[in-house]
């Protein structure tokens, strides 16, 4: 069936660089995706969203891109700290109902 | 503002046993999702609750049900325990049932079930 995945389960960078976590997705008639935050024992926290009529959405020291051609989305946190060290997941939302992937851990080192 | 709020946040079940999940959602919202998050997984859609009936429904056997209350509050029950219903819960709110798909969904931070 269809279904949202991630590349890398397990990203690791330096406290002050720029993170890229990535997300490809399976059904061209997806129209809008979700960028969730989940630490450790806690549910997810929204972080940012993105409509396929857009290619690029600004939060705060986060960017997503969409890219509809090859069905890929990314996030991209600046400046990471500490406290971005988590588990990262791109969803889909049809009809308020959210596909997942598996999650990209983000290990931020000091 | 309330957020989404989940109790029991922690529970233990043996086998066979049933177990009943609570969520109220987000002030102003009427949509409550319910989600399984295994170890280790993404959180898996069991089904959506709107204008107090099920509205989806994802692949989960009829052990799981739910309820949605007239203050859009909701339950999640769960029959028949095995130890693989061992998981994380989660509820999400939303706005607008299954009609639109450009509302944020928020998530509330769990019941954690241990079957043994």
């Known amino acids: 069936g269809e279904s949202v995945g991630l590349h890398l389960p397990t990203l690791s960078v330096q406290e002050g660089d720029n993170s890229i976590i990535n997300c490809a997705y399976s059904?061209?008639?997806?129209?809008?995706f979700i960028w969730y935050k989940q630490e450790s024992g806690k549910g997810p926290q929204f972080i940012i969203d993105i409509r396929s009529n857009m290619d690029k959405r600004q939060g705060q020291r986060v960017t997503v891109l969409l890219n509809k051609t090859v069905k890929h989305l990314s996030l991209q946190i600046a400046a990471t700290q500490p406290g971005d060290s988590a588990v990262y997941f791109c969803a889909e939302n049809a009809g308020n109902m959210l596909t997942f992937g598996g999650g990209t851990r983000l290990m931020v080192k000091p | 503002d309330a957020g989404v709020t989940q109790s029991p946040t922690h529970l233990i079940k043996t086998r066979g046993q049933q177990v009943t999940l609570r969520c109220s959602p987000k002030?102003?919202?009427?949509?409550v999702s319910w989600y399984q998050q295994a170890l280790g997984q993404g959180p898996q859609f069991i089904f959506q609750y709107y204008e107090e009936e099920e509205r989806q429904r994802g692949n989960f056997p009829d052990r799981f049900s739910g309820h949605q209350f007239p203050n859009y509050s909701s339950e999640l029950n769960v029959n028949a325990l095995l130890l693989g219903d061992s998981a994380l819960y989660l509820c999400a709110s939303s706005l607008g049932g299954g009609r639109s798909s450009g509302n944020t969904i928020y998530f509330g931070e769990g019941s954690w079930l241990t079957v043994v």
């Open positions: 002030s102003g919202h009427d949509t």
């Open positions: 059904n061209s008639a997806s129209d809008y």
